[in-house]
C-alpha cells in the first residue's frame, strides 16, 4: 500500500516543518525552485483563507500575481476551492491535476498575516513567513501590506520581484491623486490648483510637480503636506524630475529665450542651466537608471524628437531615428529601469502610439495601436507600461505588459493625463 | 423803512412765492391779508432768496451734471477703448510662434497706449492648442508670450514692463476638437496693471 505510507511520509515531513510562527524566513525573496516550462508563466492557486479580511486577502493576492503576469492564477470555483485543501494541507492531486506548480496559503494572525507556499510536484513547504501588518480596518496600509507580501511571493515564484507595492500619481480636474497600482484607494494628494506633472522621489516618499500660476516647482510628501517651493520665477517651469539620487530635481524653465533644463538642489540653490538649446524647446528630462545620462525632448531641429545628453548637458545626440513630415512629432521619453529602452509617443496617422527605442541599436518597436495613447510611465520591473488611453473613451490610465501586450484599465471617471509610476514602497 | 412798504414788499414778495412754489396750480396770491408781522416778512423774503439761490444753483448743478455725465461717459467710453486694445489677444499659426499680420496689427494698436501710459504694466500669456504634449505646449506657449513681448520692446516698450508666462493648453476658450477651436485657442492673451485712468495716445 504505498499511497497512504507515501501519504504519512509527506504529512510527517510537513509536520517536520513549521508551517507558522517562528520559521525562518532565510528563503524570502529566493526562487523556490519550481519545475515549469521555461518560457510558460508557473500554475499557481491560493488557497482558500480564514480569518479577518481573508477574502479581500485571497483576492488581493490573487489579482495582484495576476496583473504581474508572471505567473498562471489558477481560478478555482466553489466545488475546487472546497476541495483544494486536505485539512491543513494542500490536496497534492487536486492540484496537480489543475496545472499548479505552487499553492499559496494566506492566514491572518494577530498583528499580521502568514504565507505558506507549498511545491504541489515535490509536495513540500517550500517558503514560510511572517509578514507584521496593520489592523484590516487600516485598509490603506493594510492593503500595502499585502501587496508587500504579493511582492516577495512573485519574487518566490518566479525570481522576479513584483510591482503590487506601488502606486501611480496622475493629475485629473487640476490636482493630483495617487491610485494603487491594483486600481484601488484612489486619493488627492493635492489641492485644486492650476498645476501639472506629478513625478515620485526614488524613495517614493516625495512628489514632484510645477504650478501654472505662480509659475514654480514645488516638491512635497508624496501623501500631501511638507509643500516646498524650490524654484519659481518669470516665464515657464515644466516637467521636473528627481535626480537619481533624490537630492535634486531637474526640470524645463524658459522665459524670453527657450526652454532649457535646470537642476536645483531640494534642499534649495541656484538652479544651474543643463541643456544648450539654443533658443529651442527642451523638456521632460528623465534620467538613466545609472543617473549618467538623461533623455528629454527637443524641438531644435523645428519638430520635437527624443535626445539624450550627458548629465552635464554635453554630448546631446538624437535618440528617435528622424521623422518627416506632418506626423513628425516624438515625445514624453522615460527610461526603462534595465536602462536598456527608452518608451516615449510618436504621432503615426496623426494620433499618438507609444513606442519604444533600443539605446543598443536604436531599433524602433510601437506598443499600442488601439486609440491614442500617450504618456507613458515604466513600472519598477521594466516590463509594465501606465499611459494615458483613449482606447476606452476617455482619457483613462492603462496599464500595459510590454512583453504579452495585455493590457488594463486603471482608472475609471474623469479624463486624467500624466501618469507616473512610483517605485516599490516599503509597507508604512 | 416803513411798515406799510414792508407791508407791499411782503406782498409782493409773497405773491412771489406762492407762484414759484405753486407753478403746477397757480392760484391768486392771499393778497387780502395786510397785516404783516414785519419780522415774519424778513424771515419769508430771505427764504425767498433762498429759494431763488437754491432754484439757480439746482439749475446749475443739473447742467454740470449733464455735462459731467457726458464727459464721463465720453472718458468710459475712451478708457474702454483703450482697455480693449490693451488686452486684445493675437492668434498664432498651428506650433508657431510667428507673429502674423493680423497679430501685428494688434500689437501695433497696443504700442502707442503703452508709451502714453508709462504707468502700465502688461503680463503676456501665451497658449496654445491642445494638440501636441501638455509639457511641451507650455514651452510652445511660452515662445509665444516671448515673441510677443520682443515685438513691443521693439515698438519702444520698456522690457520690466513687460512679463511673459505661460498656461499651456490648460486654458482653452474653445473645447472642441476641430481647426475653428484649435485656432481660437492658440493665442497670446494680456492682463494689464494699471493705477488710475488711461491717457489717450498723442
Not at chain 1, 218 to 245: C, I, K, L, M
Not at chain 2, 41 to 57: G, P, W
Request: proline share 6%.
Amino acid at each position: 500500500m504505498p499511497r497512504p505510507s507515501l501519504r504519512a511520509a509527506l504529512a510527517l515531513c510537513l509536520a517536520l516543518i513549521p508551517a507558522r510562527g517562528h520559521a525562518q524566513d532565510t528563503t524570502r525573496g529566493v526562487r523556490i525552485g519550481l519545475s515549469y516550462s521555461p518560457g510558460a508563466r508557473p500554475g499557481v492557486v491560493v488557497l482558500p483563507v480564514s480569518g479577518p479580511g481573508a477574502d479581500s486577502l485571497r483576492a488581493i493576492v490573487s489579482r495582484d500575481l495576476d496583473f504581474g503576469d508572471r505567473v498562471n492564477v489558477i481560478r478555482l470555483d466553489d466545488a475546487a476551492l472546497g476541495a483544494s485543501t486536505r485539512g491543513d494541507l494542500p490536496n497534492w492531486a487536486l492540484l496537480a491535476r489543475l496545472g499548479a506548480a505552487a499553492a499559496v496559503q494566506l492566514t491572518p494572525t494577530p498583528g499580521g498575516l502568514h504565507l505558506a507556499v507549498y511545491n504541489v510536484v515535490t509536495r513540500q513547504t517550500a517558503l514560510v513567513h511572517d509578514y507584521v501588518a496593520p489592523a484590516v480596518d487600516d485598509t490603506r496600509r493594510w492593503r500595502l501590506a499585502v501587496h508587500s507580501l504579493s511582492d516577495d511571493l512573485e519574487q518566490s515564484l518566479t525570481g522576479v520581484r513584483g510591482i503590487a507595492s506601488t502606486r501611480v500619481l496622475f493629475e485629473r480636474g487640476r490636482r493630483l491623486w495617487v491610485v494603487d497600482s491594483d486600481g484601488e484607494q484612489l486619493q488627492p494628494v493635492t489641492p485644486v490648483q492650476p498645476l501639472m506633472s506629478g513625478r515620485w522621489s526614488p524613495t517614493g516618499r516625495k512628489i514632484t510637480y510645477v504650478l501654472l500660476r505662480p509659475a514654480s516647482v514645488v516638491v512635497q510628501n508624496a501623501d500631501g503636506g511638507g509643500v516646498r517651493t524650490v524654484a519659481t520665477g518669470s516665464g515657464v517651469y515644466v516637467s521636473p524630475t528627481f535626480t537619481p539620487d533624490g537630492g535634486s530635481v531637474s526640470f524645463a524653465h524658459g522665459v524670453d529665450d527657450g526652454t532649457d533644463i535646470y537642476t536645483v538642489p531640494v534642499a534649495g540653490g541656484i538652479p544651474r542651466r543643463i541643456s544648450v538649446g539654443r533658443g529651442s524647446d527642451n523638456v521632460r528630462p528623465i534620467y538613466s537608471p545609472d543617473g549618467r545620462k538623461v533623455a528629454f525632448m527637443s524641438g531644435r531641429i523645428g519638430h520635437p524628437e527624443i535626445y539624450t545628453m550627458d548629465a552635464d548637458g554635453t554630448n546631446a545626440d538624437l535618440l528617435t531615428p528622424l521623422a518627416f513630415g506632418e506626423d513628425a512629432y516624438r515625445a514624453n521619453p522615460d527610461w526603462s529601469p534595465d536602462g536598456r529602452s527608452v518608451a516615449f509617443q510618436s504621432r503615426l496617422g496623426g494620433i499618438f502610439q507609444l513606442m519604444t527605442v533600443s539605446l543598443r541599436d536604436r531599433s524602433l518597436r510601437q506598443l499600442t495601436s488601439d486609440g491614442r495613447n500617450e504618456d507613458p510611465s515604466w513600472s519598477p520591473d521594466g516590463r509594465h507600461l501606465v499611459f494615458v488611453s483613449t482606447r476606452g473613451g476617455a482619457r483613462q490610465l492603462w496599464v500595459l505588459d510590454v512583453d504579452t501586450g495585455r493590457s488594463r484599465q486603471l482608472t475609471r471617471g474623469a479624463s486624467v493625463r500624466l501618469p507616473a509610476w512610483s517605485p516599490r514602497l516599503a509597507p508604512e | 423803512m416803513t411798515r406799510r412798504k414792508t407791508a407791499h414788499l411782503v406782498i409782493a414778495a409773497a405773491s412771489l412765492l406762492s407762484l414759484a412754489a405753486c407753478r403746477k396750480k397757480p392760484e391768486t396770491a392771499p393778497v387780502a391779508e395786510v397785516t404783516v408781522d414785519v419780522d415774519a416778512a424778513r424771515r419769508s423774503a430771505d427764504s425767498i432768496a433762498a429759494a431763488n439761490v437754491a432754484q439757480r444753483r439746482a439749475d446749475s448743478i443739473d447742467a454740470a451734471n449733464r455735462a459731467a455725465a457726458t464727459a464721463a461717459a465720453d472718458m468710459q467710453r475712451l478708457q474702454a477703448e483703450l482697455s480693449a486694445a490693451l488686452s486684445q489677444r493675437v492668434q498664432f499659426d498651428y506650433d508657431r510662434d510667428a507673429l502674423r499680420d493680423d497679430a501685428r496689427a494688434v500689437l501695433e494698436a497696443k504700442a502707442p497706449i503703452l508709451l502714453a501710459n508709462p504707468g502700465i504694466a502688461l503680463a503676456i500669456i501665451g497658449h496654445t492648442d491642445e494638440r501636441g504634449t501638455a509639457e511641451y505646449n507650455l514651452a510652445l506657449g511660452q515662445r509665444r508670450a516671448a515673441t510677443v513681448k520682443r515685438y513691443l520692446v521693439g515698438k519702444g516698450i520698456a522690457e520690466s514692463r513687460l512679463s511673459t508666462q505661460s498656461l499651456g493648453d490648460s486654458e482653452p476658450l474653445a473645447t472642441g476638437t476641430d481647426e475653428g477651436s484649435y485656432a481660437q485657442n492658440r493665442r497670446a492673451e494680456f492682463e494689464v496693471s494699471v493705477n488710475g485712468p488711461l491717457s489717450r495716445p498723442r
